[in-house]
């Protein structure tokens, strides 16, 4: 007997791989957000260590002007280059949003697939069954049969 054919099943092969498509897609805006979440992270705390220097440079009874001016600059640039990477994270987080909704519709068309081929598997499997029930009839009333000729004829 034939084993099971699933004929969609190009269908099926097509839909995993549009998923892991979209599975990549998700992972690499996610590498991109956690990346601007990090080089945030950095810019506030080069920010912190910038005014716990200019707090200890006045601390010491004296001004540097220097210190002040090069904290200053530096600080002003960390500002703007987290503001740069706040709209870039909220770019991100819009993209990202959307890469998730394919994907959870790519896993959707996919287990619709998947469910009609286990439809399908169980419909061939209860058919085998019934053959092979048939199959097991037929060689009972065979049997019975000839048992019967072989006891009337004896």
Not at 56 to 70: E, H, I, K, N, P
Not at 86 to 107: D, P
């Amino acid at each position: 007997m034939a084993g099971f054919v699933f004929k969609l099943e190009p269908v099926l092969d097509q839909r995993l791989r549009t998923e892991r498509e979209r599975q990549l897609a998700v992972a690499e805006l996610e590498s991109q957000r956690l990346a601007i979440e990090q080089r945030i992270r950095r810019a506030q705390q080069a920010a912190r260590t910038s005014r716990a220097e200019v707090t200890a440079s006045l601390s010491g009874g004296r001004l540097d002007m220097r210190t002040v001016r090069q904290s200053t600059s530096s600080s002003l640039r960390d500002i703007a280059q987290t503001r740069r990477d706040a709209v870039e994270l909220a770019a991100v987080h819009e993209r990202l949003a959307a890469a998730r909704r394919l994907l959870a519709e790519a896993m959707a068309a996919r287990r619709a697939v998947e469910l009609l081929r286990e439809r399908r598997l169980a419909e061939w499997k209860r058919g085998r069954e019934r053959i092979e029930m048939a199959l097991v009839d037929d060689i009972v009333t065979t049997r019975h049969g000839r048992r019967t000729s072989e006891e009337s004829s004896a």
